[in-house]
């Protein structure tokens, strides 16, 4: 519920700020707003927000993502079932691994095995459980914030 204000109040602080003169900047003011500017305008673009960054390192920014994401879910996270199968199938045609890797194979698929099984649920479940504490511990400080403002 939301406090009224009394209107007379509200007339009376308006009269009373409109008689007060207006207030000069000091004259340092400008000459240091204008060096935080410039000094905003030399800051490389890869240390801005991501929002002022060039299109191009944008877009590059995403695909890394992607593929990033796309490795850490074994491809089937982003592409389907389907694509994963398919690079799995192209990989096993080109098959340079028996004769470079031949001895290392039971190994790197032990290996493999753990990661699906073990490493990649707990990195996915992880980021979800990181990123519902993230929205919570948000609407737990909007609302202690909204609670210390509360007028009484």
Known sequence: MEPEMDPKLEALLHRELKQLPPLKAPSSLAP????????????????????????????????????????????????????????????GRLDFSESILGNFTPLLSAFHRLWEELAQPFLIYGA?????????????????????????
């Open 128 to 152: 979800i459980a990181a990123g519902a504490v993230y929205l919570m511990f948000i609407g737990v400080g909007t609302a202690c914030f909204r609670f210390a403002l509360k007028r009484i």
């Open 32 to 91: 240091g707003v204008m060096a935080i500017l410039a000094a905003r305008s030399r800051v490389p673009w890869w240390q801005r927000s991501w929002w002022d960054w060039p299109v191009a390192a944008k877009t590059a920014f995403v695909v890394v993502a992607l593929i990033v994401a796309g490795a850490f879910g074994g491809g089937s996270l982003i592409l389907g079932d389907g694509v994963s199968e398919y690079s799995l199938d192209v990989a």
